[in-house]
């Protein structure tokens, strides 16, 4: 079974422009998070989407956005970026709703903002 | 808010000697998870520990699982090279909003 993929993997953008990042699910999985991680403040939740829905959101302006479409496929959207936005993005999907499943890290997307 | 802390931040061993790393919530977690991340990789899923005072081993790895369910710790017995890594814990906010909160992970280095 394929894992979790992540487009693109890597991205340089400038402040101020927008970005979108695209993951794609394990199969039959219906829940997809999103994570920042950076190295000072570690893997920060920014949002979950489950059946299209989101369902849990974490605590970031709402610069960041994200979709959840029918065949589970997420993206998330980041838009007048900041340095500070600079960070790996992490997607995992899971079976079902909740933190109590286990969730399948995709490689990352690596967002370099100059 | 619900916090996961975790100790030591970093941790540097000679191969052969043993690891602890420890996770303190400042509430009751429903279950822990635990996680491996390699340099340059994602985390990969190690665990998931549900019952208090659970504990649980995966070959040179023990898991356990506080009787009070706020704590957890994971400890390696006779690390190897490829032990290096960043390992996370990380359990449920509650009140049914079923997020993770993952705690800042320690990172393990091994001198051969």
């Known amino acids: 079974k394929a894992g979790v993929t992540q487009t693109p993997r890597y991205l340089i953008k400038t402040r101020g422009q927008q970005v979108t990042l695209s993951c794609s699910p394990i199969?039959?999985?219906?829940?997809v998070s999103w994570y920042q991680q950076t190295p000072g403040q570690g893997l920060q939740f920014l949002f979950e989407?489950?059946?299209?829905?989101?369902?849990n959101k974490g605590n970031f302006p709402g610069r960041f956005s994200g979709r959840q479409f029918s065949n589970s496929r997420s993206e998330m959207n980041v838009s007048t970026l900041e340095l500070g936005d600079s960070a790996l993005y992490l997607c995992?999907?899971?079976?079902?709703?909740?933190?109590?499943?286990?969730?399948?890290f995709g490689p990352g997307t690596r967002l370099t903002v100059l | 808010g619900q916090q996961v802390m975790q100790i030591p931040q970093y941790q540097h061993v000679q191969e052969g000697e043993d690891f602890t790393t420890y996770c303190n919530s400042s509430t009751t977690l429903s279950n822990i998870q635990w996680y491996k991340q390699r340099p340059g990789g994602h985390p990969v899923f190690l665990i998931q520990?549900?019952?208090?005072?659970e504990v649980k081993k995966q070959k040179r790895l023990t898991f356990q699982f506080g009787e009070a369910k706020k704590n957890s710790s994971l400890h390696i017995t006779a690390t190897q090279t490829t032990d290096v890594g960043t390992y996370f814990c990380?359990?449920?906010?509650?009140?049914?909003?079923?997020?993770?909160?993952f705690g800042k992970g320690t990172k393990l280095t091994v001198n051969p």
């Open positions: 199969s039959g999985h219906r829940s």
């Open positions: 989407y489950f059946s299209e829905t989101q369902r």
């Open positions: 520990l549900v019952k208090s005072g």
């Open positions: 995992a999907s899971s079976r079902n709703r909740g933190a109590t499943d286990t969730q399948y």
């Open positions: 990380a359990g449920p906010v509650q009140g049914g909003s079923e997020k993770l909160v």
